[in-house]
């Protein structure tokens, strides 16, 4: 089969951003190139939102020139038909292809195309060539152009890109090149296809660099290459992949013994390394929980207590994880509103006069907002009892108990051939043999993390305190 002879339809599209799923085409062009004929197209879009200034001066196309053109849903049909049956081309081609695919989406048609990308060809055929921009690769080959950044020059320009090289490059070679890259899963322009097909096929977590060596991304996966390329599978559907795909350069990763070693070390990269495509975990020096206190007259209320002044997963009753006070009272609040606590007696509403209400004046007191409103079963004013009110509280509070250290020291948790060594859900590092393990008890300072112990306490059953493992 020649791949140099089937119908190309060559395209690019001015936008009035960088986000496909949020940004509009404000024009098309498509040249289609059949081997012998070439046929143009392009046409003005109207976006249906204003085009920001700094588009304006990038490419030409204001609001005024938009204003009467055809919307995207006009053109779609007849644009996807000019596509059908063509390899798709186009320079940073993810770029185009992703843009116009969620274009499609938007109006009900299911686009899809074989994608070329001019940029990694360039890269594939002048290796030696440091950049493969489309204003170095006209300058580089002499290619004629009016017009930059409007959707037709440039499609022109990368039209007689590959014109240039079916007449200048050995016809095997250039040949294998498009092969290559019709025949094997996409990846941005920019990341090196050999460093990703070499990816082990392993736990791991993973990190995404781009220009000037700035961390972009952390994430886990079960399965290392597979989940890299399962990113630029899907990056026209989301923002963040979108984002990924054009600004990696270079992916870097950690081989993990499984599933929860890669995912307490994704959890840890991302705090240390702050990559800014992360949604960015909290430190936990400002970790607050509730624990219960009896009133000398009965009632149960709950008091919040700073991380500072606990020793999480030692102590009992203790309930929920929050980074700060007022998200643990937010919490807390919404609570009593699903489950029609009283929000007076738990002293989440405060007296007018008072600044905290005794809790032996409430069952004589006013009654609390919610009561007035019917959404309170009226503890507030002895409608409900102490006891009714303490075991509705205990109820609602369980979801958020936290699961107490059930060992009296550490404690080791296999994963293939190395252990966990853990300490009151304190994570202190892994193992090989007895000699390490001493190491890592010796030396490990036990520090309390949420987001460790919300992985750890999900694999208790298969913990083994360390005096009973048996070598």
Known sequence: MNLLTPPFAFVDIETTGSNATRDAVTEVAVI????????????LVNPQVPIPPFITALTGIHDDMVCTAPSFAEIAKDLAAMLAGHVFVAHNARFDYGFLKNEFKRVGIDFRAPVMCTVKLSRALYPLEKKHNLDSIVARHQINMDGRHRALADTEAIYQFWRHCTQNINAELLQLQVKNQLHHPSLPAHLDAAEVENMPQTHGVYRFYGENHILLYVGKANNLKKRVYSHFASD????????????????EWDECAGEVEALLTEARQIKELQPTLNRQLRRDQALVSWRLRTTPNGWLIPDLVSGRELDLGAQHAL????????????????????????????DLEKDKVNSRKKIAEVETGAPCFA??????????????????????LMQVLHTLKLRHWPFAGPA?????????????????????????????????KAVFDRDSYKILSRHLHKMQPIGLLGH
Request: glycine share 8%.
């Open 236 to 251: 026209h559907q989301y923002a963040k992949e979108m984002a990924i795909s054009q600004q990696v350069r270079r992916i």
């Open 319 to 346: 309930y929920g994880l929050f980074s700060g006070g007022t998200r643990a009272r937010a919490a807390l609040y919404d609570l009593c509103k699903d489950s029609r606590l009283c929000a007076r007696v738990l």
């Open 32 to 43: 289609r190139y059949d081997g012998e004929h070439t046929e143009r197209w392009v046409s």
């Open 371 to 392: 009561r007035q409103l019917r959404k309170c079963n009226g503890a507030c004013v002895g409608e409900e009892s102490m006891l009714q009110h303490n075991i509705r």
């Open 412 to 444: 080791t948790l296999a994963e293939g051939a190395v252990w966990h060594v853990i300490d009151r859900w304190c994570y202190l590092g892994t193992a090989q043999n007895e000699a390490q393990l001493a190491e890592v008890l010796s030396e490990a």
